[in-house]
């Protein structure tokens, strides 16, 4: 089975995708998914204990006199981020015809979040998709091209932030690793603008010019129409403040669980840990573990130490910290979500009015 289940010639169309094929009690007993997962957690404890200076009897002690209040606060401002990404993703969607609400666009949110802390290769954007298809009229292909449209206004989101982050954050000079990061920032941005601009002028005359199947070139015409009719230019302002707003979750928190941590040594104001939060959001674009599991943390701490001067053991705590609430209590909430959710089943919803999709920017 590949990860998306319309690509490709000879493989199934989306009216073939059973929910069979994206059951994630299925995914989760295949061998290579219990390989992302363990493999990752292992590599990760024997990074931790090569790090010069990390001294593991130490961690119990700063978690323990952690200031309890601002680590709600920091779990708290993270879920609110979660209706901010359901009312995005409910204006894309209505922008392509469909009025979906956004009580239903975060309950699918939440639980695709879930999928993507369990399986690799990204898979829970392909079940948000299929969520939302067995759920109502949107098709498969449609619904991708929103999902393809939020995920390039993250991106630049993050890249934009970041840079403004760290100019605020190294005004007495960039550090030589964050020029690097600055530099990669930039082509990620230009890239991003050449893809969208190629695609809108010059997509489907290169897809029908090739040898494909028909049923590829419709695949493309839809998600083609998800992604230019979901971003009107009336609706662009918009989505461009909740963008900016769901990554500032992400830098408070961080923030937060830093102040609650209590590290005398530590100097990281609001820009640094917008610059270090979006440097984590962007590693785990990243699909090579659940989560960006591994990866994450690893770019992280190398930040906070290499560029901040975290000491270690102050920089894996913060992190391991920041995690569990990103991560762990993900997986322990987004259960309960998923087994009580009628969403899962197909049982559908229902559609608030929905306007005639707005003229593509």
């Not at 028909?214 to 015409?221: I, L, M, R």
């Amino acid at each position: 089975m590949t990860d998306d289940p319309t690509q490709g010639p000879g493989g199934p169309t989306e009216d073939q995708v059973s929910a069979d094929q994206l059951s994630i009690v299925r995914r989760l007993r295949q061998p290579r998914t219990i390989v992302s997962i363990v493999l990752p957690v292992i590599l990760l404890a024997l990074f931790a204990r090569a790090l010069p200076g990390f001294k593991l009897e130490e961690l119990p002690g700063y978690l323990g006199q952690s200031n309890k209040l601002l680590l709600v606060g920091g779990f708290l401002v993270f879920y609110l981020g979660f209706p901010l990404r359901g009312l995005r993703w409910a204006l894309l969607v209505r922008g392509t015809g469909f009025g979906l609400k956004v009580r239903d666009s975060t309950e699918i949110i939440f639980i695709s979040w879930l999928v993507n802390c369990l399986v690799p290769a990204k898979l829970g954007d392909v079940y948000r998709a299929y969520l939302l298809k067995i759920n109502s009229p949107v098709s498969l292909s449609r619904t991708f091209g929103t999902v393809f449209i939020e995920r390039i206004l993250d991106l630049f989101a993050i890249v934009v932030l970041g840079l403004g982050a760290g100019f605020i954050s190294f005004r007495k000079g960039l550090p030589p690793q964050v020029q690097i990061v600055f530099a990669i920032g930039v082509v990620v941005v230009i890239a991003l603008a050449i893809g969208l601009l190629s695609m809108r002028n010059f997509g489907r005359r290169i897809i029908v010019r090739l040898p494909l199947p028909q049923q590829v070139v419709e695949f493309y015409d839809r998600f083609e129409e998800g992604v230019f009719s979901a971003v009107g230019l009336r609706a662009l302002p918009g989505l461009v403040v909740l963008t900016g707003l769901i990554w500032t979750t992400e830098a408070i928190r961080l923030f937060l669980v830093i102040r609650a941590l209590g590290f005398a040594d530590v100097e990281i104001g609001p820009s640094g840990a917008f610059f270090v939060a979006l440097t984590g959001s962007l590693l785990t674009a990243v699909p090579l573990t659940p989560a960006g599991i591994g990866v994450v943390e690893a770019g992280v701490v190398g930040v906070l130490t290499l560029i901040y001067s975290v000491p270690t053991t102050e920089a894996v705590a913060i992190v391991l910290v920041d995690r569990a609430i990103s991560v762990v209590s993900i997986l322990i909430l987004g259960s309960l979500a998923y087994a009580g959710s009628s969403l899962r089943r197909g049982r559908g919803i229902g559609e608030v009015g929905a306007a005639a999709p707005e003229p593509s920017a």
